[in-house]
């Protein structure tokens, strides 16, 4: 496919919605183990959350999907929602956080370029919570290309973060 346009380098990812079957539980685990903030309500079948007061980063609602079962894992539909954190040390704290509140974690690893935890949220909708090394330290090709892969992240160096 021939194309000229480039997308501008400043352009991100504003938010992402999620249907959910539990608008409550969604916010539970949203607000209550990640500690993302309720922006507003919108009737009673949706929600939007936020980090530092933004508009919103997360939408949740149940207006197709109430009360709906978790689609199979081989359905087409979102990987995961992936949740970018400040400094080594947030990634650090977020760990402890979901810990102590005994969620369980689906994965951890060192990418590279980034070191990422790996959960589900309560609908089966992946989450990724993850930091960006400093770019001069992402793993380069001969070619310059980058050289991602996935290790296993070492947590008790990830702990450390917090006692720096």
């Given amino acids: 496919m021939e194309n000229e346009y480039k997308i501008p380098a400043q352009?991100?990812?504003g938010h992402v919605h999620l249907k959910v079957s539990n608008l409550q539980r969604s916010l539970d685990f949203y607000?209550?183990?990640?500690?993302?903030e309720l922006t507003t309500m919108y009737g009673t079948d949706a929600a939007f959350i936020?980090?530092?007061g933004y508009h919103h980063h997360i939408?949740?609602?149940t207006w197709y999907s109430k009360d709906s079962p978790r689609p199979g894992v081989h359905s087409p539909g979102l990987f995961h929602t992936a949740i970018l954190y400040p400094t080594r040390k947030d990634l650090a704290a977020i760990f402890e956080r979901v810990r102590a509140a005994n969620y369980p974690f689906t994965g951890f690893a060192d990418h590279g370029v980034s070191e990422a935890l790996y959960l589900d949220d309560p609908d089966g909708n992946g989450v990724e919570l993850y930091w960006d090394k400093p770019r001069d330290q992402w793993p380069v090709k001969p070619d310059g290309s980058l050289e991602m892969y996935t290790k296993a992240l070492d947590l008790d160096h990830l702990r450390a973060e917090l006692e720096r």
């Fill in 11 to 13: 352009t991100r990812i």
């Fill in 50 to 52: 936020s980090a530092g």
């Fill in 59 to 61: 939408g949740l609602n």
């Fill in 31 to 36: 607000c209550g183990v990640l500690g993302f």
